[in-house]
């Protein structure tokens, strides 16, 4: 047998290499498959056994894991380092199978239910965030606690007003306990239908009577219905909807009512409620000119005007009715962003020019132009006006440049709008473009309360002409609610085509409770202790029981003029916050929230004049006007004569 065939791993003699370790090509393959395998085997028991990570840290990074070891010593050994893994892996394995049950829970859900989801975790995720480092309402900064003086009064001593004071409260009783027993949550009370009514005016906030009368409760001594009040507060005012509000009726209902529960009781909640509020109200100032949109939605911080308000304008009313409430916000939270807000409002007026002095309701927030030159006191236009005066009092009369757009402002609608009728009336009509309209709303009847409340503020030569002019202004509101069937006064009255103080279009007949009548006759009591302004005040507490109280509260009506009352079914919360509470004013002593001490805002929450450097000085006594009649002074029923002046302050 050939040498060659025994040996088969020997070159052959044609191979140039005769050496005996060389390899024929077949043999080279198998060789290398059975390498390749080998690695296979390998690389796959260290990527895919269960305890693949730590093999791979001993095969691959075995000095570096040496080395650790020779740092932290030899006492943290192998038993406790198999145990941490152990639990790591134990723990990816339920975090993997959690995750595994939501994705399957959510792939079950319907699609507006996953996206509703995500919205609640990313609130979640912002007030977590809120909580870390952010404005939290909840650590908000120390402040001292005074109450201003005249917080609760006395007994009258004049029998008859302790009477009719006492009465003024059974109807407070009455409305909050049909309110509570009704429609306790809701904004407001429908009386007939006994049920709750919400305006959309508040989105989808809730207990706008409850907010709008803790202090008219508190004012009244009603302290059981105030705690009930303050507990449903605590637990379930929520500002935190999805949903669009007017800023303005916010700002002067809730903002300003938990702000006058605040400093009547000293109850943090309250103090706490409205600065979340305030501060979810802000966003309504993102306007190229710094001039709030009317409507707001407190989630999303998008705002908008009313679409009817001349081309998107902002209404004077709206954005001007915020100074005292913020000025207040800033002053407990210790943010200055409210008071910026609100004076930078005044900074775009004062660059305007003001048509004949008047300022125009309408002004777009994007151009920082007026909008259509209609000028009122009335809707639209009113409590601009009012808060001048009183941000220049509540400012301790520091603010100069409040008083001096106040006292033009008067001067202004004294010289374009003010008139008297042939009978002998006063009113203030309404400007459009130059044009007057005779007409007389129920809302402009505030003016006389403003302009006896800031006579004592005007040039010497002016005080006693503001006096006249706020008597007057009472007497012809008055005169509205004397010449109706009810003895309501109806929501606008004209002197024109013969009539006066009258009523003459069927959408300005309707009565719903409002307070402005009884506003200014409170506020000529203080000024002038004249009877007739408590007659006057009692015809109307006569007349609203008769008329407009149900079984279930007290309703507005739809005509005055019919002999018979039709009631729309409301009981406004501004009836508690505002009617009732200056009917009460109206029948308490003048100690009772003294006007040295205290400012209302437009829905007759009292606030208190920020002092600057010191406290709270003695009650001082208001300024008594003595009124000259002619040959005889005006009887407790009968108006003053036309002649009637004031003479001097006591």
């Not at 932290?72 to 394995?93: F, H, M, T, Y």
């Not at 309408?362 to 209609?374: F, K, R, V």
Request: some cysteine; glycine content about 8%.
């Amino acid at each position: 047998m050939p040498v060659a065939t025994l040996l088969p791993f020997t070159a052959t003699p044609n191979r140039k290499s005769a050496s005996p370790t060389s390899f024929r090509l077949t043999e080279k393959f198998i060789l290398l498959l059975v390498f390749s395998a080998f690695i296979t085997l390998c690389f796959g028991a260290i990527f895919f056994l269960p305890d693949s990570s730590k093999l791979l840290s001993g095969v691959f990074f075995h000095s570096s894991a040496v080395e650790t070891n020779t740092r932290i010593g030899p006492d943290s050994g192998d038993p406790g380092s198999a145990g941490n893994d152990e639990r790591v892996l134990a723990k990816i394995r339920k975090d993997h199978e959690k995750a595994l049950l939501e994705a399957k829970d959510t792939l079950q859900k319907r699609p507006d239910e996953i996206k509703q989801d995500i919205l609640n975790d990313k609130d979640k995720v912002a007030k977590e965030s809120l909580g870390q480092g952010g404005n939290d309402v909840n650590s908000l900064p120390f402040v001292e606690y005074h109450r201003p003086p005249g917080a609760t009064g006395h007994e009258p001593e004049d029998p008859v007003a302790k009477e009719r004071r006492a009465k003024i409260k059974e109807m407070m009783k009455h409305a909050w306990g049909s309110y509570r027993r009704y429609a306790w949550g809701s904004n407001e009370l429908r009386p007939v239908s006994k049920q709750g009514h919400s305006s959309n005016l508040f989105g989808s906030i809730k207990g706008a009577t409850i907010v709008d009368a803790l202090d008219t409760l508190y004012i009244m001594e009603m302290f059981e219905e105030f705690d009930a009040a303050t507990e449903w507060v605590e637990k379930n005012l929520d500002f935190n909807v999805n949903a669009e509000v007017s800023v303005f009726e916010v700002n002067i209902r809730f903002v300003g009512g938990l702000l006058s529960a605040y400093y009547l009781s000293g109850k943090e909640v309250y103090r706490r409620k409205a600065v979340e509020l305030g501060e979810k109200l802000l966003p309504a100032f993102k306007t190229p000119t710094g001039i709030p949109w009317a409507l707001l939605n407190l989630k999303s911080g998008i705002g908008r005007n009313w679409p009817w308000a001349s081309g998107g304008s902002s209404i004077l009313a709206e954005y001007g009715t915020l100074h005292l409430e913020f000025m207040h916000l800033s002053k407990l939270s210790g943010n200055p962003d409210f008071a910026q807000k609100v004076m930078n409002i005044r900074k775009v007026l004062n660059r305007l020019d003001k048509p004949q002095g008047l300022y125009p309701n309408y002004l777009n927030p994007n151009s920082g132009q007026w909008g259509q030159h209609h000028v009122s006191v009335g809707g639209l236009g009113d409590s601009f006006y009012e808060y001048l005066l009183k941000a220049w009092l509540m400012s301790d009369k520091t603010d100069e440049e409040g008083k001096k757009m106040y006292y033009d402002a008067l001067q202004a609608i004294e010289t374009n709008l003010m008139r008297k009728s042939s009978g002998g009336l006063t009113y203030i009509a309404e400007w459009k473009g130059g044009l007057l309209e005779h007409k007389m709303g129920h809302l402009t009847c505030f003016a006389g309360g403003m302009m006896a409340l800031g006579a004592d503020g005007a040039p010497s030569d002016k005080t006693g002409h503001q006096m006249e002019q706020a008597a007057e202004i009472a007497r012809t509101c008055h005169e509205s609610y004397a010449r109706t069937a009810l003895k309501l006064g109806p929501e606008a009255f004209r002197f024109d085509g013969g009539v006066e103080a009258i009523a003459t279009r069927q959408n300005e007949k309707y009565f719903i409770l409002r307070p402005e009548v009884i506003e200014t006759y409170m506020y000529m009591w203080r000024f002038t202790h004249d009877p007739k302004y408590r007659e006057w005040g009692w015809e109307a507490v006569q007349a609203l029981e008769q008329h407009c109280k149900v079984e279930g509260g007290y309703s507005g009506v739809r005509d005055v003029y019919a002999s018979t009352p039709n009631h729309d079914d409301v009981q406004q919360s501004f009836y508690l916050a505002e009617t009732l509470k200056y009917l009460y004013l109206l029948f308490s002593d003048d100690d009772h929230l003294p006007f040295d001490h205290w400012v209302f805002n437009t829905e007759a929450h009292p606030l208190p004049v920020i002092r600057k450097d010191k406290t709270d000085i003695p009650n001082e006594p208001t300024r008594l006007w003595v009124f000259l009649c002619g040959a005889a002074a005006s009887s407790r029923l009968r108006p003053p004569a036309p002649a009637c002046r004031i003479v001097s302050p006591l």
